[in-house]
């Protein structure tokens, strides 16, 4: 099992920033490639990045690329998520989640369905 526990929510005003955290403790953190999600009210969960169990390779939603960053520290077993020049359609709940599963092609991760394991979210609220 593992538990995965996101922090770094809240207000902030239209192009300015936020870090998300994600904490997780459980199994080996490193053997699991880690994923950023978000939902806004009304409307489906969205990839937003994912990063691999290595972290050398990441991909993005095309509405945060040049703007997210997503990292991982293996050695605190925390993955990042760095959100510059925030908009208001930003706006949601994030949530983080994990994989065990390996894959080459990161677009596999880009379904929520592909992940075994979830935090409780955290809320970005963006004002314009």
């Known amino acids: 099992q593992v538990q995965l526990v996101e922090s770094g929510g809240g207000l902030v005003q239209a192009g300015g920033s936020l870090r998300l955290s994600c904490a997780a403790s459980?199994?080996?953190?490193?053997?699991?490639?880690m994923g950023w999600f978000r939902q806004a009210p009304g409307k489906e969960r969205e990839f937003v990045a994912v990063?691999?169990?290595?972290?050398?390779?990441?991909d993005y939603t095309d509405s945060v690329k040049g703007r997210f960053t997503i990292s991982r520290d293996n050695a605190k077993n925390t993955v990042y998520l760095q959100m510059n020049s925030l908009k208001p359609e930003d706006t949601a709940v994030y949530y983080c989640?994990?994989?065990?599963?390996?894959?080459?092609?990161?677009?596999?991760?880009?379904?929520?369905?592909?992940?075994?394991?979830w935090g409780q979210g955290t809320q970005v609220t963006v004002s314009s």
């Open positions: 990063i691999s169990w290595g972290g050398g390779n990441e």
């Open positions: 989640g994990a994989s065990r599963q390996v894959y080459p092609d990161l677009s596999y991760y880009g379904n929520y369905g592909n992940y075994d394991y």
């Open positions: 459980g199994r080996t953190f490193r053997n699991l490639a």
